[in-house]
Structure formats: C-alpha cells, structure tokens
C-alpha cells in the first residue's frame, strides 16, 4: 500500500513537472514575439510599423547569410529571408540634424522584446557599404517569422560576425544624437 502510494505520487510529480516545463518553453519564445517595430527619439516622424506597412517599403531579398556568434562560433544560418532596409526606415522617418554635423554624433539602437540592445552609427548605415546590409526583415521561405525570432527582425548581413546585430523579436529603433 505504502509502495503504491509513494509510486502514484513520484508519477503524479513527474507529470506534472513536464506539463509546467512544456508550456514554459512554449510561452517563453511565445512572449517576445513582436506585430510592430516603433521608431522613435530624434525623427521628425514617429513610426510604428507593422508587417503590413513594412511591404510598403523597397523590398530586400536575401539568400543566406551564415550566423557567426562574437565567440567566432558559428550558430547556423538566415535563408530566403525578405525585409527592408533600416536605411529607408530612416528615411521615412527623417532623422533630425539642427546642425551639418549631427548626424556624425548620432547612433540608432534597436531593441527586442527581450531586453536585447544592439547600436549602429549613423555613419555606418549612410556612409559605409555595411548600410547596404543592414535590414528589418519579416518573412523566410515567403511565411511569417517563426516565434523564436518573429514576426519581426534585423540583421547587419555585411558584418564579419553577424550573430550579435542579429536581433529578434525587434521592437524599436531609436534615434539619439549621444555627443554635443
Ligand atoms: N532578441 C535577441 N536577439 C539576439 C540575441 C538575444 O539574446 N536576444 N542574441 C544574439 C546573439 S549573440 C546570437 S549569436 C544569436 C544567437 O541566435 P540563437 O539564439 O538563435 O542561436 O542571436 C542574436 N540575437
Ligand atoms: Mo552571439
């Protein structure tokens, strides 16, 4: 009887472990999911952008660009992704320059859900070839994001480590002039 019992019980446990870490680990990428990317800080006009504005942008079309981490270790690879560039965001946007040289002082953050924070320069994304990489993107192999990085994201394709300016489940871009 006592044997019985204390089988039922360690069953019961067992089960109700699984149960309690399944749904943590479905609603765990579930909760950063993001429907929109808001751009604010110094733009003339905010945006919040969600998929369906972001197809009013030139779309990108990328084949592949392999995951490298800061390690140096590779993570796997991005395939038949479309976005489009944080350039033409910005654009749309209008980043604000009171002065000929506020741009040169001024950097872009985006954001996730998750707390995750990446900076470009201005300089890098207007005047550097990296600019030409850098994208929000919204949809692999013509469907929506999967839940462990959509529906919406960035990556800065032309970086030698791609990893870290890989951000998922992004939420904002914010403009900030960061010296005087
Ligand atoms: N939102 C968010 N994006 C992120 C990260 C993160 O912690 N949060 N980690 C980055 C880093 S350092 C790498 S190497 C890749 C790792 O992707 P993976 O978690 O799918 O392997 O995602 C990048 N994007
Ligand atoms: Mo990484």
């Known amino acids: 009887m006592f044997q019985q019992c204390r089988a039922l019980l360690i069953t019961t446990a067992l089960v ?26 110094a733009v003339e006009n905010k945006l919040i952008l969600r998929v369906n504005d972001l197809r009013q942008f030139p779309p990108q079309k990328v084949g592949e660009v392999p995951l490298i981490c800061q390690t140096g270790a590779n993570v796997g690879k991005l395939e038949n992704f479309k976005g489009v560039l944080l350039k033409d965001i910005l654009e749309k946007a209008v980043v604000i320059s009171k002065d000929h040289n506020d741009v040169k002082k001024t950097i872009v953050i985006a954001s996730a859900t998750d707390g995750y924070k990446v900076v470009f320069s201005w300089s890098e994304i207007f005047n550097t070839p990296i600019g030409e990489g850098v994208m929000v993107f919204f949809e692999k192999d013509g469907k929506p994001l999967p839940e462990d990085e959509g529906r919406i994201a960035m990556i800065s ?24």
């Open 16 to 41: 109700f472990c699984q149960q309690v870490f399944a749904h943590e680990t479905t609603s765990d990428l579930s909760k950063y999911v993001t429907e929109s990317v808001t751009v604010s800080g």
């Open 157 to 180: 394709s032309k970086d030698l480590r791609t990893g870290p300016r890989h951000v998922k489940w992004l939420n904002g871009i914010e403009v900030r002039k960061i010296v005087d």
